[in-house]
């Protein structure tokens, strides 16, 4: 749950940083008749990202066995891929709200009212589509559902977003989207480790060590898993949120670090 929240929560709060900053930017060149089109944008923006959802959905639905394996493998692997890109993608803007206002200016000369719909369009619906992809991930990794997590994480979002816009409540963004990259990162790692472990299943990868360690303590006479076991209480949030698993492949292990080592070489290297 807590995964699927921080994914929900942080996208919608870049939606809505993207929607509150073209607003305020057209306010603030008296282009107050635009917001028109920023609203249309957002209804639109949603509208397809729903439409996104359901398709995604229904097709996903329809595989079962080696194929199903196949497909959640390869939707965590993207879903890594598609984090990976939006993480290195903040780190690189030294201001985002710079570059959102030379978008508008721009789209006002070149396209004026289609313009600006466009920019709040793409921008809910590249959220939307990437929040579905990777809520689909954190279930195939963690067996959970995602839905009230999700719901949570939308609804604190839009209540700190409207908090800010208000000037009711003020955060720095470069510490937050560092905290939020750092715990989206370790999520990111998970998925490569439990979309190589499902790819692993389905016999497109190779098993050289089934268990290179295996921590998980033993399942109680009566089922139940202890608190510390991958299925348990504390265990299963570790998993969901960082990818956690008690007796991994020697595949999953690589990949998990090497993710993570090549994350942090290149971050550094965008820092300089």
Same mark, same amino acid.
């Given at each position: 749950?807590?995964?699927?929240?921080?994914?929900?929560?942080?996208?919608?709060?870049?939606? &809505?940083?993207?929607?509150?900053?073209?607003? $305020?930017?057209?306010?603030?060149?008296?282009?107050?008749?635009?917001?028109?089109?920023?609203?249309?944008?957002?209804?639109?923006?949603?509208? &397809?990202?729903?439409?996104?959802?359901?398709?995604?959905?229904?097709?996903? $639905?329809?595989?079962? !066995?080696?194929?199903?394996?196949?497909?959640?493998?390869?939707?965590?692997?993207?879903?890594?891929?598609?984090?990976?890109?939006?993480?290195?993608?903040?780190?690189?803007?030294?201001?985002?709200?710079?570059?959102?206002?030379?978008?508008?200016?721009?789209?006002?000369?070149?396209?004026?009212?289609?313009?600006?719909?466009?920019?709040?369009?793409?921008?809910?619906?590249?959220?939307?589509?990437?929040?579905?992809?990777?809520?689909?991930?954190?279930?195939? &990794?963690?067996?959970?559902?995602?839905?009230? !997590?999700?719901?949570?994480?939308?609804?604190? &979002?839009?209540?700190?977003?409207?908090?800010?816009?208000? $000037?009711?409540?003020?955060?720095?963004?470069?510490?937050?989207?560092?905290?939020?990259?750092?715990?989206?990162?370790?999520?990111?790692?998970?998925?490569?480790? =439990? $979309?190589?472990?499902?790819?692993?299943?389905?016999?497109?990868? #190779?098993?050289?060590?089934? =268990?290179?360690?295996?921590?998980? #303590?033993?399942?109680?006479?009566? !089922?139940?898993? #202890?608190?510390?076991?991958?299925?348990?209480?504390?265990?299963?949030?570790?998993?969901?949120?960082?990818?956690?698993?008690?007796? #991994?492949?020697?595949?999953?292990?690589?990949?998990?670090?090497?993710?993570?080592?090549?994350?942090?070489?290149?971050?550094?290297?965008?820092?300089?």
């Amino acid at each position: 749950m807590l995964a699927s929240l921080l994914i929900t929560f942080r996208e919608t709060l870049e939606a &809505a940083l993207v929607v509150g900053i073209v607003l $305020g930017y057209l306010s603030k060149i008296n282009k107050k008749e635009m917001f028109k089109n920023v609203y249309y944008a957002v209804g639109a923006g949603i509208f &397809a990202s729903i439409l996104g959802a359901v398709i995604f959905n229904v097709l996903s $639905g329809g595989f079962e !066995g080696r194929a199903e394996e196949i497909f959640e493998g390869i939707t965590m692997l993207a879903g890594a891929a598609l984090l990976t890109t939006m993480i290195m993608w903040i780190i690189g803007k030294s201001d985002i709200a710079v570059k959102i206002t030379k978008d508008v200016d721009n789209s006002l000369v070149k396209k004026g009212a289609i313009g600006i719909f466009m920019i709040v369009f793409m921008a809910i619906l590249r959220e939307g589509i990437e929040t579905v992809i990777f809520l689909n991930a954190s279930v195939y &990794a963690s067996g959970e559902s995602s839905l009230i !997590g999700a719901i949570i994480g939308i609804l604190i &979002a839009i209540a700190l977003s409207f908090l800010l816009f208000k $000037g009711l409540m003020k955060i720095s963004l470069k510490k937050f989207f560092l905290v939020t990259n750092i715990l989206l990162i370790l999520f990111a790692a998970g998925l490569v480790a =439990h $979309g190589l472990h499902e790819l692993q299943e389905a016999k497109l990868f #190779p098993v050289v060590i089934e =268990h290179i360690w295996d921590v998980n #303590p033993e399942v109680v006479v009566d !089922g139940s898993y #202890p608190a510390l076991h991958e299925k348990g209480a504390v265990g299963s949030i570790f998993k969901g949120l960082f990818g956690y698993n008690g007796n #991994p492949t020697l595949l999953e292990t690589i990949a998990y670090w090497l993710y993570l080592i090549s994350i942090i070489f290149i971050w550094k290297k965008k820092k300089k």
